[in-house]
């Protein structure tokens, strides 16, 4: 039996308490403690307290988060959302194994027949120093494909890059501790002279806001200015950051986009005055540069500043609308000031003090919001439900666990504007009648978790929250708010089993009725919304539920937040009116395809999604349209693919992914995904048989109508739609071929006569399949192709053929 | 009170009733397999879907509580078309085999795993009831019998096959020399006669089990002695005349009467018709044209009969052996005898006539070589004995040291496991799906119960039990999705994980992942 040394156990416990439900934490804090789960620690907690073998194995097991064997020092989770999918996740998956001589993850014996249990883990180098894993989607879709190594985001990894990342992040392991001291601020007793915005969510930081937030805080301490510097949650526009916004006292504004940080300097030179006497002499230099800088004809700056008024963004602005999203790139996230100054918490205040409950329900009715997790459910309606509901004690759950790949608005919207969520939260609370809330945070958003403790801590001091908090201590208005999080396990979004989690138990779903509106949370009458939902709330009530039914259409009323990312020019997060076209979002806010490539496709609502063809795409946003053509609303990842993609492996790919989150209870989702996906991956091998489709679609009908739950009842939905706009692809693999050479096992490099020998192709190639031939045409040996696709990517002449 | 209809029945039941509970009250049978009375529904197995009128999915009936007005369909092929997809894809995930690889590749289907268990045990009483279940004939038998089951025993991947053949004439022998060898249980005279042409193997067999549904039997053949090729062809130092004549007296003594010397022509054999309820023809090889002569039908081997329900052409008229065969394997023409009494029986009872239906059978197929010590778990790896000198036969100890290397293949709940009976019942195919499937572990250390997670379904009952129970270790899922599985917290061994339960957990398990070692008596 190992050594471990188990005191910290016993302070975890002291601290937790010995209660069932507790599990997750105290299993959480032994992970961050130890890096995994050793056993002896483990069965010491059994003995400490009331949780059981059973449960502590079960509950371990089942959340991807825990590992029950030591990981390297450094962990690097690559992300395999859909938008890191399509870019390449899965080779730059390959390449950080093979540069770390990480041998692969077979398991299965050579007739395929049968799997030996993982003794073993291949996913740490020799030296224990970096362990590899997938994970699921970080919700940074826009800089696709993504890897995080501890809590670093790289962006835009490439197969040809991973070394130069894993340099970087060493260096920065080193010089970790240093730049751990610099951060303070200081205040300033002088008015400001105006304010600098960077934005900084997580997609921000990995794209370098944090690295220009540090540049810009050093040019104010060098010049003496007295500009505010403000973190301010996602402008939205991710294709544009790092974005660096100076508002002056006046109210002008000035945005610049792409901005490196050795850049900050000039900026802010160019809008404000330098103070003092001794800088000035300083700032004379950099004055002189800041006039050649500035000048009109000069690149560095031009190139980066944007306004408004110029197309592109205007498009980008335009067709949006900004309810949930309100403020978003204005103020900063955690500030509780700059929320209230823009009429936060004015709506709570008014549905306490002016309003019954009945009434803000009634307002809520009217505006049709529907739930924005993805069913669409009547909001107004689920709130009657749990007020009536004859229960002393009632719950109230925000889902914050967006786990759809593709789909980051959740995560923005807890990270940006953490305060609407909460005024939402309180005024359904009100409203149903619950004094007990709890936010379901997933393991994947460390920074949303943060910035929403850090807002409710706020608001408890500040008296919006608590045992009759001082803001509302007249009305006997209450509510505690608590966050729970999450371990990695999709299926968690869904409602019964979120509330399983909660209560510590493995996430697994139950049938429905009992709705969690009559018995949810330990069995009481639970109101659970999604965090988006919860955010159009304080809109709805400020402004009235008329107002908000003004937007959209018939049936889908107000904004939606979309995450648009894949293959178009400009990866954003974007709130539009319901009834927008998904073309309009496409061409006009995201700019059409990136690279001059041909429009193929939209994919909706990730796994329970569909892929809408491109000829389609005039139709309307809205929740009916949607189902109508193959899709749905989803929690509002929207994924565009261009000619490159191949549907049946994007078909694959979710059904990979629904297959690997099924909790495993019931039949049909436990075993009937994993055969949809034994047929996909033969498609996709090249083994594909007459009969493979029939047999598709009739598993798939089984599988929609048997399986217990959302999940396994939409995760056909994938291959369906595919399958309904693009069989022909499903016919070509049966045949061997993969019509636009995506599927490794189909497809063969070559060379063509356009060669002119440059060696960059076998500079590049990972696995020396190219020999280098200076000013010859090179060959490439197809033994030892990984098909990775590099050759393809740096050759500067377009001579390297896929078939 | 709530009314409902199911399958356009009414039934009023109580709030809070489940639509399992409607049915059962009507009386309509609706499988389940995850579900126990007094545990909680896990909604697992979807084996008990139902539809309810006005929705487009399918609901687990077991806990589906019903709500006034609720209009439910039971049998519709909608229905019956999920249950059975429910059931292959569970198959298509259970890797087991119902019947040892020996007991399929026997043309009699003898339940040999079970023999052997009893022979270890020195249960020959037991062994020999087991044996002539199916094998009228099992001394002879085990003399000349070419044992295709030795063929196929999946021991000959890691060693050699069980002498499987040598340990059924072993408990055979030892009931003939017994002083009262064993004789089945007859049911009482039933009133009809059978006539039986041909006292070959075919013939004696069928003979030995019409009686024991309580026929009157008559033998005819032409010979003076019965037995045909076995008393004709086969020398007598491979098959010694003490043996042959004991055994083949223990299927007269039972009360079958035969008439030797006794040629049947054309006119003789429509009297048989006449008298008799129904014939059977076990005449051994016969030419074409010599069928014809009876008016039988003939084919390239002799007579033309089904090969399930050995009927032929005349009505009342079966027929099997080599007289339909001409395969020169005394086990097939027993194992004819068998099936054709099964027949002749539902014939004469007015019955539709099936045949014996087939055993559905769940398979492992080859185990992968790493897998081989799992299954070798409790198994003794000693040498094959197989004596060649003389002809002696298997001494007690060998016997016993013989019966020790069977590996046990056949699943401890053929009869109850109730993923067979629904696969049978439902006609579900168990290759319909193939892929990845679960992989073979055996758990053989606790003293009343075996663990197979590979026939696991994970339902999870055993786990609800042991919970209840307050095990100390217990029962857990580990992992989630197609990889999840019931296994001992802290990696525990079976019997440290069901101290008190095993038992219980082994009677709730609706398949033999979880089975009692003793309940080898049907």
Known sequence: MEQVDLTFVRDCISQTGREKHKVLRILQALQTNYGYLPQPALELVCELTEITPADIMGVSTFYNQFRHKPAGKYMISVCVGTACHIKGAERVYDAFKRHLGISGDNDTDDQGLFTVEKVTCNDTDDQGLFTVERIACIGCCTLAPAVKIDEITYGHVAVDTVSTVVNDFLRHAETKAAHRKKQKTKDSEKPPVGEIRISLDSCCISRGCGKLHQATLQALDQTGIRATVKRVGCVGMCYQTPLLEIVLPDGKSHLYARVEPRDARSIILRHFTVQGIGRKILSTVSHTLDSILTDESDQPITRYAIDVRDQPVADFFDRQKQIATEHCAVIEPVSLDEYTERGGFEALKKCVNQMSPKEVIEQVERSGLRGRGGAGFPTGFKWTTVRQADCEKKYLICNGDEGDPGAFMDRMLMESCPYRIIEGVAIAAYAVGAAECYFYIRAEYPLAMEQMKQAIDKCYENGYIGDKPDQFKANGFSLNLKIAAGAGAFVCGEETALMASIEGRRGMPRLRPPYPAQSGLWGKPTLINNAETYALVPWILRNSGDEFAKLGTEKSKGTKVFALAGKVARGALIEVPMGITIRQIVEDIGGGIDGGKRFKAVQIGGPSGGCVPAELTDISVDYESLIAAGAIMGSGGLVVLDETDCMVDIARYFLEFTQDQSCGKCTFCRIGTKRMLDILERLCHGKGKKGDIEQLLELAEMVKKGSLCGLGKTAPNPVISTIKYFRDEYEAHIEGRCPVGKCKELIEYSVTDDCVGCTLCAQHCPVDAIGMLPYQKHEIDNEKCIRCGTCRNVCPEDAIKVE | ?522
Do not use: W
Request: proline share 5%; glycine share 10%.
């Open chain 2, 1 to 522: 009170m709530l009314k409902l209809t199911i399958d356009n029945r009414d039934i009023e039941v109580q709030n809070g009733d489940t639509i399992l509970d409607a049915a059962e009250k009507l009386g309509i049978e609706i499988p389940t397999m995850c579900f126990l009375k007094d545990c909680d529904p896990s909604t697992s197995c979807m084996v008990c879907v139902v539809k309810v009128e006005g929705t487009n999915s399918l609901v687990p009936a077991c806990a589906t509580v019903v709500r006034d007005g609720m209009k439910v369909q039971s049998e519709c092929p909608e229905v019956r078309q999920a249950r059975t997809a429910a059931l292959e894809l569970l198959l298509s995930d259970h890797l087991g085999d119902c019947m040892g690889p020996c007991q399929i590749g026997c043309p009699a289907t003898m339940d040999i795993p079970l023999m052997i268990r009893q022979i270890k045990a020195g249960e020959l009483a037991e062994a020999i009831v087991t044996i002539k279940r199916d094998i009228a004939l099992p001394a002879i038998l085990g003399r000349i019998c070419p044992a295709p089951c030795q063929k196929v025993c999946r021991r000959n991947s890691f060693d050699d096959c069980v002498s499987i053949c040598l340990l059924k004439r072993y408990a055979a022998d030892a009931d003939l020399k017994s002083a009262n060898p064993y004789m089945p249980g007859c049911k009482s005279a039933n009133g009809k006669k059978i006539a039986i042409i041909g006292a070959g193997p075919a013939g004696l067999a069928a003979g030995y089990h019409l009686l024991q549904r309580g026929y009157a039997c008559t033998i005819f053949d032409d010979h003076e002695k019965p037995g045909g090729m076995l008393q004709y062809e086969i020398g007598r130092e491979e098959l010694p005349q003490d043996i042959l004549d004991k055994e083949i007296g223990m299927v007269f003594k039972l009360g079958v009467q035969f008439k030797g010397q006794s040629k049947i022509d054309g006119a003789g054999f429509d009297e048989l018709r006449r008298d008799f309820d129904a014939v059977f023809v076990a005449v051994g090889p016969i030419k074409p044209d010599d069928a014809k002569r009876f008016g039988l039908e003939p084919s390239q081997k002799g007579i033309a009969a089904d090969n399930k329900t050995y009927q032929t052409n005349l009505p009342g008229v079966f027929a099997g052996g080599d007289a339909v065969r001409n395969r020169k394997l005394a086990i097939r023409a027993l194992a004819d005898g068998k099936e054709a009494a099964f027949a002749i029986d539902q014939f004469v009872m007015g019955q539709e006539v099936t045949g014996i239906a087939k055993p559905f059978n769940s398979k492992i197929g080859k185990i992968a070589p790493d897998r081989i010590e799992d299954f070798m778990q409790g198994v003794s790896t000693e040498a094959r004995v197989d004596p060649t000198e003389g002809d002696s036969g298997l001494a007690d100890e060998q016997a016993r040291l013989e019966a020790g290397r069977c590996m046990h293949c056949d699943c401890r709940k053929p009869d109850d496991c109730k993923l067979r009976i629904y696969a049978q019942s439902h006609g579900a195919r168990a290759g319909r799906y193939s892929g990845e499937r679960k992989a073979f572990t055996r758990q053989d250390d606790h003293a009343e119960i075996i663990f197979e997670q590979g026939k696991c379904i994970d339902c999870g009952l055993c786990i609800q039990i042991a919970a209840r129970a307050k095990e100390t270790l217990g029962l857990t899922y580990i992992g989630r999705g197609f990889s999840v599985k019931v296994s001992v917290p802290f990696d525990g061994t079976i019997a440290e994980g069901l101290r008190d339960t095993a038992s219980q957990c082994a009677k709730a398990c609706p398949t033999g992942a979880l089975a009692l070692k003793q309940q080898d008596q049907p």
